[in-house]
């Protein structure tokens, strides 16, 4: 196991610091240091706590021509014991390691990937806020840094973690959302890479977000790159359909659909509590019927970021239908409540899902 050098950085005052936490925002501010890790053809090297600030990179570095870069996303809690808590850190460097694997990238040791976050954590935790919905969201990445234009795997990356305190996701908190079902544009396709957290990914919703946002909306809805026909994402996030006596339906993971953190803690929770989850696609052309007809009583997204959000109305060129009265439902506020329940310390965790240090 690496040992990590320690440089430390200069601490903001308190006094700066606590009006920074006062609202936070989301990904807008962040703590007074950061992990970089190097990889070359001795492996992984050179493990650092450094101040945050700027990378020294080549014009010609491999990340910034063919996006062989990934990243991760996790949150540290402050917890009513005193400790510092991280939700289920060790599914996140699963997940990393299956990225580099899909991007030709080196595999990251999972107990090195837990260090890396639990030493900037404990670094940083003065920058962990304990305000009402407020974590620290930590972002691990990793990047191609061959200054090389050939078309080839780099031999040479970067591992690094920064971490931002935030608030809600959501301007509006937790209220149900807008969203536009995209008509134009596709995330991902089988065969691609919609199955990991790939940095491109993003780059290809972003255009569907902005059409999402001209109309009125909140996120995105993308349809399958094939048939434009059964629901896949709501942008970075898993989506549920509730109906009658708690039974939720899910699209599977087809290998287009990202396997979230999230999307795989609710099916667990909602399966403890006796609830029945369906894994199984789903059109949109049966979204829209069962809201109308009132057969389908919520719709709901999560994400590391967002955790719970209830949907309430979904736009698209065919028009407006609203589900459930757009209000949330208890299945929704359940899963939710439980979960920050848990993640915040609060409540019971029969799973052994969060992490915890004094």
């Not at 050939?150 to 149900?176: D, H, M, N, Q, T």
């Not at 899910?250 to 953190?261: A, K």
């Amino acid at each position: 196991m690496l040992e990590f050098d320690i440089v430390p950085a200069r601490r903001r005052p308190a006094e700066e610091r606590a009006a920074l936490l006062a609202d936070p925002g989301f990904g807008r501010v962040f703590t007074d240091h950061m992990i970089t890790i190097k990889f070359g053809e001795d492996g992984w090297h050179d493990a650092r706590l450094i101040p945050f600030g700027p990378l020294s990179l080549s014009p010609a570095t491999a990340a910034l021509h063919y996006s062989q870069e990934l990243f991760e996303g996790l949150k540290a809690y402050a917890l009513p014991s005193g400790e510092i808590g991280l939700f289920r850190p060790e599914a996140n460097a699963r997940r990393l390691n299956a990225t580099a694997e899909r991007l030709a990238m080196p595999a990251l040791p999972e107990e090195l990937f837990l260090k890396a976050v639990w030493t900037l954590v404990e670094a940083d935790r003065d920058w962990v806020p304990s305000g009402e919905g407020q974590s620290l969201y930590i972002r691990p990445f990793m990047i191609a840094t061959d200054p090389f234009l050939g078309v080839r795997p780099s031999s040479e990356y970067l591992f690094a973690v920064i971490a931002s305190p935030s608030g809600a996701y959501f301007s509006g908190g937790a209220k149900p959302v807008t969203v536009w079902i995209s008509q134009d544009y596709s995330r991902a396709a089988p065969g691609g890479t919609g199955h990991v957290k790939a940095a491109a990914n993003y780059a290809v919703s972003l255009r569907a977000q902005a059409q999402a946002q001209d109309a009125g909306c909140d996120q995105t809805v993308f349809l399958d790159a094939v048939e434009q026909r059964w629901i896949e994402e709501s942008g970075s996030m898993n989506l549920f359909f509730v109906y009658e006596n708690s039974h939720l339906v899910t699209p599977p993971l087809n290998g287009s659909i990202l396997p979230g953190v999230t999307r795989d803690s609710v099916i667990r929770l909602a399966r403890h509590n006796g609830w029945t989850v369906e894994e199984r696609p789903y059109s949109v052309d049966e979204w829209r019927a069962d809201a109308e007809s009132g057969a389908l009583r919520e719709t709901f997204a999560c994400g590391t970021g967002v955790v719970i959000t209830a949907i309430g109305r979904a736009r698209s060129r065919d028009g407006e239908f609203t589900i459930a009265g757009a209000a949330e439902g208890p299945v929704t506020a359940s899963i939710r409540d439980t979960l920050v329940g848990i993640q915040r310390g609060r409540l019971e965790d029969p799973f052994g899902w969060s992490v915890r240090r004094p």
